[in-house]
């Protein structure tokens, strides 16, 4: 847990020399033919490179869905950018987190869209800028409880880390979806995360919704016991986000530059997760806990890194999940989700491509 980087993975030190020197050579100015003052002034010298942006990001470091956001603090990314970026590792609730934002304690932060649009309803100085990636959370049914397709549930008790969580509200709507109700046909047990399978060999739940790794980690030690049956990529989520990045309110006013380099930086460090899985991982398991380097490796494959919307294609998919929340009674049954995605979302691009 405690290497450096640069035991971890020599590639990724070589990516990082290869991006700042191609951010940086542009800078120098050759001396060769100048005389006089000029000459004694630049002789030997560069112009000093422009400053770097300082910006606070929070993020829950626990979270492997964010390796993005490590992959473009330790290879650089966000220096090339033109940011001087501080990780903050935040623990507490989205509420919590989306205040921090809007009251300047961080500049930019990371987090689910299932937990952040019932507090951004309330009128947050928030913007959603970006987004990082699809999938992450899992429904895995008990086998030994005969639980191993979607029908199963019905009478069911399904186990979960809290009542909040954001696998509770998604698959709240993909039941209903799929002719489940979920106030009804299902019961919702809040566990520990580390006692979940414990309560179903017990015989206390059926199945489990949760993020990974936790859910990764459950599944690989129970010796076959669980079996995935759905996740919040099936079906029509195939291609729909799951981790937002927001930036405060002032920021966006007052240095959108900043903004737009955050997110630049972020799809640029997605698409290397994406192409270069075990590289991330490598990169990422210095934050990690609890959890091996080959079972992170394992992970990625899970995830969608290329998925990344922005602009109008971002404001598109909030307001498919406002719409969601709404018919499940996250949202008010007022909030009209078109005007609701424009009041949260900010297009850093300006329509152009990224």
């Known amino acids: 847990m405690s290497q450096t980087i640069e035991k971890s993975s020599g590639n990724v030190n070589e990516m990082r020399r290869t991006l700042l020197r191609g951010a940086g050579s542009a800078l120098i100015v050759p001396a060769l033919g100048m005389t006089g003052v000029a000459g004694s002034l630049f002789a030997g010298s560069a112009i000093a490179a422009p400053a770097l942006t300082p910006l ?20 650089g990314i966000f220096e090339k950018n033109g940011l001087d970026v501080t990780l903050d590792n935040f623990g507490g609730t989205a509420d919590q987190l989306l205040e921090a934002l809007a009251t300047g304690k961080a500049d930019a932060a990371i987090g689910m ?22 999938g992450c959370i899992r429904l895995i049914g008990y086998k030994p409880a005969n639980v191993t397709k979607l029908e199963d549930l019905r009478g069911k008790t399904i186990g979960v880390a809290s009542m909040g969580a954001p696998g509770k509200h998604f698959f709240s709507v993909y039941f209903k979806k799929h002719g489940i109700d979920p106030e009804k046909d299902v019961v919702w047990r809040a566990y520990p995360r580390d006692l979940l399978g414990i309560a179903a060999e017990k015989g206390e739940i059926q199945a489990v919704i949760d993020q990974d790794p936790q859910v990764f980690v459950l599944e690989k030690h ?15 989520y195939h291609n729909k986000i799951c981790c937002v990045v927001g930036v405060q309110g002032e920021l966006l006013r007052k240095n959108k530059p900043a903004a737009t380099a955050v997110i630049r930086s972020l799809i640029e460090a997605g698409e290397y997760t994406a192409q270069h899985p075990d590289e991330g991982a490598k990169i990422f398991h210095k934050y990690a806990t609890g959890i091996s380097l080959e079972e992170l490796q394992a992970l990625y494959g899970t995830l969608d890194y290329h998925h990344h919307p922005v602009n109008t294609d971002l404001r598109s998919e909030i307001a498919w999940f406002a719409d969601d929340f709404r018919g499940i009674g996250v949202l008010k049954p007022s909030t009209d989700p078109q005007k609701f995605a424009s009041a949260v979302y900010a297009d850093v691009f300006d329509g152009a491509a990224k």
Request: hydrophobic share 45%.
């Open 56 to 75: 606070k990001f929070a993020w829950n470091q626990s979270a492997f869905c964010s390796t993005p956001v490590a992959v473009a603090k330790e290879t």
């Open 113 to 134: 869209i299932h937990l952040w649009l019932k507090p951004l309803e309330s009128g947050f100085d928030v913007k959603i800028v970006g987004s990082v990636h699809a």
């Open 222 to 236: 129970a010796n076959g016991a669980f079996v995935e049956i759905a996740t919040n990529r099936s079906g029509e």
